[in-house]
């Protein structure tokens, strides 16, 4: 799933990891038991569920008839339900307020990189898992962790020097080095077992 859905969509996966991975990133999605972000599906209200879903950089959710379906359906205000595709429902999460904190930045991520093509900011907070295994290809930008409260693991600190905010009209790229297991984060929260065949760009 984490290979299909960016391939037949150009957006990065939320998601997918199964149960029998023993990893702390698998908090981040929902996985076979039904649990969503570390709660089962029907404990969850909108407005929290809403946070977490803007602090993981979530645009689009995909899902299945179920409760989580139901609680999407409840407030059409915050979940703009786009489009269904046999058993699976697409919805627009109108909380999405960008890929990072503290600046207002393009990003594109694929996989094992994630691409800053512009940035407002010399120092900001990327909306994506942090490894250690990162590293910037751009000489004078800086990266660390970020803790984040409620989250296992932390998101992406990026310290830039001027002279990199000035070239970022071109790219800067931050890789992750032999991390193909890691799922890329912000796009799509996706349900395991979604038909991806007959799925197109949605947003056009």
């Known amino acids: 799933m984490g290979h299909l859905m960016p391939h037949y969509t150009g957006r990065a996966v939320l998601g997918g990891l199964s149960i029998q991975a023993f990893v702390s990133h698998g908090f981040a999605g929902i996985d076979d038991r039904k649990v969503l972000f570390g709660k089962p599906v029907g404990e969850w209200a909108v407005d929290g569920l809403s946070g977490l879903l803007d602090l993981y950089a979530v ?11 139901s609680l999407l359906l409840s407030r059409p205000d915050v979940f703009r339900l786009v489009r269904a595709v046999e058993s699976q429902r697409i919805y627009a999460f109108e909380g999405f307020s960008g890929y990072a904190i503290g600046a207002d930045v393009e990003v594109v991520a694929d996989y094992n990189r994630i691409e800053v093509k512009r940035a407002d900011a010399q120092a900001f907070v990327l909306k994506f898992h942090w490894d250690e295994r990162m590293r910037a290809m751009m000489p004078g930008c800086e990266l660390a962790p970020e803790p984040m409260k409620g989250v296992p693991v932390p998101f992406v600190r990026v310290r830039m020097g001027a002279e990199v905010k000035h070239k970022l009209g071109s790219k800067a790229e931050i890789r992750k080095v032999e991390s193909r297991n890691l799922l890329l984060l912000g796009g799509i929260l996706t349900t395991k077992g979604t038909e991806t065949r007959s799925l197109q760009r949605w947003d056009d």
């Open 59 to 69: 645009q689009y959710v995909v899902c299945q008839p179920g409760a989580l379906n």
